[in-house]
């Protein structure tokens, strides 16, 4: 069976990704850094008759993350797809939101870090055995201010910017390889909460369109906007 890798896996996005590619018939991997978490989506995708498995790792510490993703490949055989979303639900040390004015270096690097040096890692671990096979789709999720930045996400929106060109142009690099990279701007509100008036949707709905990138390999980025 082919298998999907799903860093930053959680009970919202994560999750939605891990069943539109499982009721496809893939296996997932799902990477994050609470075990207990991670165990309790690998119940819930079971009983649905989706085969899934917990590798828990710190996106922070990149080793860590190199050994879940070669836990993954073990256990599954390969990696034809890597997701990566990291969207930290309990703080995360350094990661404070700021004003493009407030930037500075040492605000700055904790998203650089978290946000694009991690993609870097995850796909430098995976992306050998996608060359070598002639096969593999890569995707790369940011917010919607890394196309359309907005003030009150000054760092990170510079961090996730820096992210989306990186994946764009590896796309370009990889053109005729057969591995697929891509690049998901995801510029509404998911699922309950957030601002009032403001744009929204399930995770379901979104996740419709990672399906779609794999499949489809027509384009390097796609934003998800309100319907």
């Known amino acids: 069976m ?16 891990a069943r539109t590619f499982g009721r496809r018939g893939f296996d997932v991997a799902l990477i ?3 075990k207990e978490k991670l165990e309790t989506l690998v119940t819930e995708l079971g009983r649905e008759g989706i085969t899934a498995g917990a590798f828990p790792a710190d996106i922070l510490d990149r080793a860590s993350l190199t050994d879940a993703l070669d836990a993954a490949k073990s256990r599954f055989g390969s990696i034809e797809v890597l997701e990566y979303s990291p969207a930290p639900h309990s703080p995360v ?17 904790p998203m650089i870090e978290y946000g694009f040096y991690g993609a870097v890692a995850a796909a430098q671990a995976v992306l050998p055995a996608m060359r070598a096979a002639g096969a593999g ?18 760092n990170a929106n510079a961090a996730q910017a820096a992210l989306r060109n990186w994946a764009i142009n590896l796309n370009k690099e990889l053109a005729g390889s057969g591995v697929h990279a891509a690049h998901v701007a995801i510029n509404v509100w998911i699922g309950e909460g957030g601002p009032e008036g403001g744009p929204r949707a399930t995770p379901e709905e979104i996740a419709a369109l990672y399906w779609d990138l794999h499949e489809s390999r027509d384009r390097a980025e796609a934003v998800f906007d309100a319907a």
């Open 32 to 34: 994050a850094r609470t």
């Open 93 to 109: 040390p350094g990661l404070t939101v700021v004003t493009p004015s407030e930037v500075t270096v040492d605000n700055l690097q």
């Open 2 to 17: 082919p298998a999907i890798a799903i860093v930053g896996a959680g009970p919202g996005m994560g999750l939605a990704i």
């Open 137 to 154: 789709t890569l995707l790369f999720t940011t917010g919607g201010g890394s196309v359309d930045p907005v003030p009150m996400f000054g």
